[in-house]
Antibody
Framework: EVQLVESGGGLVQPGRSLKLSCAASGFTFSNYYMAWVRQAPKKGLEWVATISTSGSRSYYPDSVKGRFTISRDNAKSSLYLQMNSLKSEDTATYYC?????????????WGPGTMVTVSS | DIQMTQSPSFLSASVGDRVTLSCKASQNINKYLAWYQQKLGEAPKLLIYNANNLQTGIPSRFSGSGSGTDFTLTVSSLQPEDVATYFCLQHNSWLTFGSGTKLEIK
């Protein structure tokens, strides 16, 4: 059974940093592109970052480019999101998600999410 | 950037009703559209991929159709457990979600 479990969320002050983790199990982690998706309170979903199978390529929307960095450790079946210079608008539940395949970027499995609150 | 518009934003229907949700893209996305169900407090679940393919394990009362810019998710006979918010996602050019349709039982 595919499982994705996020951790590392919490309350952080504006301008500070936070690193999220996602532990994957039930599938060969190194074979899949992985991503982070967020959902602000009572709002819709927003794609945040994607990383290739080897970790050599990463992709971001303009809203987080230059502030967020996605990475992975295939030996540990783990995905990470380093978030710097956090803003109040980054407050959201952050989901770890698996892309179906490198040529089809929809998500087929999601974790339960971890909440990040950016506030002074 | 491709924008995705879902309608209606809220829908109330009775158990057993046939329900249709719409998702429109601001430009052609071919067949590259997925539908998700998100129940309160839970992660989204994939229902339909590539416009009309049913994900494994999803009840056959769910179906998808469309291509290009106009897409539809249909629930043939609404069940109480279908209460949720439904999102569409285009993956033709990067990734964009629709704003969602909240489905409730009348």
């Amino acid at each position: 059974e595919v499982q994705l479990v996020e951790s590392g969320g919490g309350l952080v002050q504006p301008g500070r940093s936070l690193k999220l983790s996602c532990a994957a199990s039930g599938f060969t982690f190194s074979n899949y592109y992985m991503a982070w998706v967020r959902q602000a309170p009572k709002k819709g979903l927003e794609w945040v970052a994607t990383i290739s199978t080897s970790g050599s390529r990463s992709y971001y929307p303009d809203s987080v480019k230059g502030r967020f960095t996605i990475s992975r450790d295939n030996a540990k079946s783990s995905l990470y999101l380093q978030m710097n210079s956090l803003k109040s608008e980054d407050t959201a539940t952050y989901y770890c998600a698996r892309h179906r395949r490198s040529s089809e970027w929809y998500f087929d499995f999601w974790g339960p999410g971890t909440m990040v609150t950016v506030s002074s | 950037d491709i924008q995705m518009t879902q309608s209606p934003s809220f829908l109330s229907a009775s158990v057993g009703d046939r329900v249709t949700l719409s998702c429109k893209a601001s430009q052609n996305i071919n067949k590259y559209l997925a539908w998700y169900q998100q129940k309160l407090g839970e992660a989204p679940k994939l229902l339909i991929y590539n416009a009309n393919n049913l994900q494994t394990g999803i009840p056959s009362r769910f179906s998808g159709s469309g291509s290009g810019t106009d897409f539809t998710l249909t629930v043939s006979s609404l069940q109480p457990e279908d209460v949720a918010t439904y999102f569409c996602l285009q993956h033709n050019s990067w990734l964009t979600f629709g704003s969602g349709t909240k489905l409730e039982i009348k």
